[in-house]
């Protein structure tokens, strides 16, 4: 995961420790994209910390997770600034999409800012099941409920795979996401921790 760019693909259980230490030459880019599919008992952990000690560097730090059954997703994603690192832009963002009633995630996005003068500094998390509306919409259309779960899944997770350049790599993820569909239709319900209606 070299600079300028760096991109990780999780789809393994376990713990990941990452630490970048971003001290080259100014106005340099970095990119982590990644994504966690977790399923049955599963448990996977990420710390990813970048740390900006030059002028008008840029990160983007974005993590997925697609949790099923009763596996467990934890990230904690931290962006420091130092007093040099004026003119830095800083985003870091978690998406997680639960796909059972069992599935659990912790998301911790932090940023530490040492310097006043910085261009952009974002930092959020996002923990949802997979949206009724958009598959009652696809099944209005004709389209089987299993088969539009697999193109939302899909649609989720397409911005963090497409930029692999192993087309075999790219097959592999997508089809470990397949297999987490499920094999028959499901009442469309919300999960436990998000409010709103069931639909019968």
Known sequence: MASPAGLGVDIFFGFLLLCFQIEGAESSRHTSLGLAVLNGHQEHGKYEMFHHLKPRGETTQIMKSLVGGKARAVWRGRIRIERDGIGTAAESLN??????????????????????????????????????????????????????????????????????????????????????????????????????????
């Open 95 to 200: 998406r997680v999409v639960l796909l059972d009633e069992g599935s659990r995630c912790v998301a911790i996005p932090t940023l530490e800012i040492i310097p006043d003068d910085v261009v952009k500094a974002n930092h959020g998390a996002m923990i949802r099941d997979l949206d009724i509306e958009p598959l009652f919409f696809l099944m209005s259309r004709g389209m089987d409920e299993l088969e539009a779960r697999k193109m939302l899944m899909k649609a989720y997770a397409d911005d963090v795979i497409s930029p692999i350049g192993d087309e075999n790599l790219r097959e592999r993820v997508f089809k470990k996401i397949f297999s987490m569909a499920p094999k028959k239709k499901k009442k469309l319900k919300r999960h436990h921790m998000f409010k709103g209606g069931e639909h019968a």
